[in-house]
Nanobody, 126 residues
Framework: QVHVVESGGGWVQPGGSRTLSCAAS????????IGWFRQAPGKEREGVSS????????YYSDSVKGRFTISRDKAKNTVFLQMNSLKPEDTAVYYC???????????????????WGQGTQVTVSS
């Protein structure tokens, strides 16, 4: 059974940084790509970044490219999302998920495996 748990959200000032964590089993990280998604109030859930399970190739949406970095530490069974230069428009609930497949071109919420967790709230404001 695929199970992931996200954490690390909180309040941060514009221009600040925050690191989110996605904990998973070693078998999950070995078998599946992992994606980060977010959902702002009144908006649809969107794909933010993903990392392939094989060679660790990464994808970033245009809205976060150059500011966010996804990485994984298999020794810690964790995928991280380092978020820099945060903007108020980055405010959202962030979710991680194992993916049915990885692609360089996009990240769709439909590729997430299983049910969504509770997510972790990130609020960017002064």
């Amino acid at each position: 059974q695929v199970h992931v748990v996200e954490s690390g959200g909180g309040w941060v000032q514009p221009g600040g940084s925050r690191t989110l964590s996605c904990a998973a089993s070693r078998s999950t990280l070995d078998r599946y790509a992992i994606g980060w998604f977010r959902q702002a109030p009144g908006k649809e859930r969107e794909g933010v970044s993903s990392i392939a399970n094989g060679d660790g190739s990464t994808y970033y949406s245009d809205s976060v490219k150059g500011r966010f970095t996804i990485s994984r530490d298999k020794a810690k069974n964790t995928v991280f999302l380092q978020m820099n230069s945060l903007k108020p428009e980055d405010t959202a609930v962030y979710y991680c998920a194992a993916l049915t497949h990885w692609t360089l071109m996009s990240l769709s919420p439909r590729s997430a495996i299983g049910s969504w967790g509770q997510g972790t709230q990130v609020t960017v404001s002064s």
